[in-house]
C-alpha cells in the first residue's frame, strides 16, 4: 500500500501500534473532518482522506484480521456518512462516541 498523506509512517511503525492506538488516530482524523465541515469543504475532504488511508493500514494490519469485519463496515459507513447518501443514518455524534472509546482505551493501556 501507498502510503499518501502520512509521509514520514511506514507499515511496520504503524503495525507497532495497538489497535486502541490505530483506531484512535484514525478517529483523531475524522473528528477533523467533522469540525471542518461546515468551516472549509476542502480541508474536511482532505481529513477524511487522511482518516480512510490509517483506516486502511489498519484493515492491512494482520493482527487485526480478527477484526476484519468491523473495520470494513466502519470503512464502509464513513464513506457512506461523508461522500454518499447516509443510508446507514449515521450521525457526527455517533462517529465522536465511537472513536472517543478508542482514544480512552489507548490512554489507558499505555
Do not use: C
Not at 466502519?74 to 478508542?102: A, G, H, M, P
Amino acid at each position: 500500500m501507498k502510503i499518501v498523506y502520512h509521509k514520514g509512517l511506514t507499515q511496520k511503525s504503524w503495525f507497532s501500534k495497538s489497535i486502541f492506538e490505530q483506531m484512535a488516530n484514525v478517529g483523531a482524523e475524522i473528528g477533523r473532518t467533522i469540525n471542518w465541515r461546515k468551516k472549509d469543504k476542502e480541508y474536511s475532504r482532505l481529513a477524511l482522506e487522511r482518516g480512510l488511508e490509517l483506516l486502511d493500514l489498519t484493515i492491512a494490519d494482520p493482527k487485526n484480521t480478527i477484526r476484519l469485519k468491523e473495520l470494513l463496515r466502519l470503512r464502509e459507513i464513513l464513506v457512506d456518512y461523508f461522500i454518499y447518501d447516509n443510508i446507514y443514518k449515521t450521525s457526527d455524534e455517533f462517529l465522536n462516541n465511537y472513536f472517543y472509546n478508542f482514544n480512552y482505551a489507548a490512554r489507558v493501556n499505555r
